[in-house]
């Protein structure tokens, strides 16, 4: 099977045209990608033919959640991938397991594909609490095929700065020591180290931020990976 390239545009992109150029200029590879898009523009790509996923999903079914997305109107509209648990989530709105496998559920019993993200923070990392801390987030989940997690040290996020090949190497064994599920990575994946983390033995793929937003930058990332 492939390796999985997701691209998390996060809230860049935020007009048309800008829409409109980034998918003109993957238009030849975009079916080697998974795009997680601002929500408004979900069905913009997915009317392109991308395959899409969104970076939230309620916790609830239905009913008078101001600001919620569904996962009955995410997979009505055609999306196939929801995001869940990345640290800005948890950070902000305070997420933690027993909501996260509320999303989880959400996610899977509306044949939507799943990406977990976990990982630690720099103090945790400094205290030697990496293990600790993907055995707290993934503890108690009841998680399937369908749920793939996506290893994502907080303090690598955004920063330039990445975890070395033998530390990626030793979270995924461990992850998958814990549960039966494809690993991804995230945190500062670029044109200059795709090269490097592409040679981790048992990843699944990464999932990708700001650079990916930088074409040529992904496209070396797709020639490198696939």
């Given amino acids: 099977m492939e390796k999985m390239i997701i691209v998390n545009q996060k809230m860049y992109l935020n007009s048309l045209s800008e829409i409109e150029n980034f998918q003109n200029m993957t238009e030849d590879f975009k079916d080697k990608l998974i795009v997680f898009p601002s929500s408004i523009y979900l069905k913009k790509y997915i009317d392109m033919d991308f395959i899409t996923g969104s970076q939230n999903i309620s916790a609830e079914k239905e009913g008078d959640y101001t600001g919620e997305i569904s996962g009955k109107s995410l997979k009505n509209l055609g999306v196939k991938y929801v995001m869940i648990g990345h640290h800005e989530m948890r950070k902000r709105y305070k997420e933690e397991n027993n909501l996260i496998q509320r999303k989880i559920d959400r996610a899977l019993e509306n044949n939507l594909k799943a990406i ?22 993934l503890e108690n989940l009841n998680l399937n095929e369908n749920v793939y997690v996506s290893y994502e040290p907080i303090w690598a996020i955004g920063t330039h700065i990445t975890p070395t090949k033998e530390e990626i190497e030793a979270a995924t064994k461990y992850i998958k020591s814990l549960k039966k599920v494809k690993v991804l990575y995230g945190g500062s994946v670029s044109d200059e180290n795709i090269e490097i983390l592409n040679q981790i033995p048992d990843l699944d793929g990464f999932l990708i931020g700001s650079s990916a937003l930088q074409i040529s930058s992904l496209k070396k990332i797709i020639e490198v990976v696939l």
């Fill in 116 to 137: 977990l993200c976990i990982g630690e923070t720099i103090e945790e990392k400094i205290n030697g609490k990496t293990e600790e801390v993907i055995k707290r987030e």
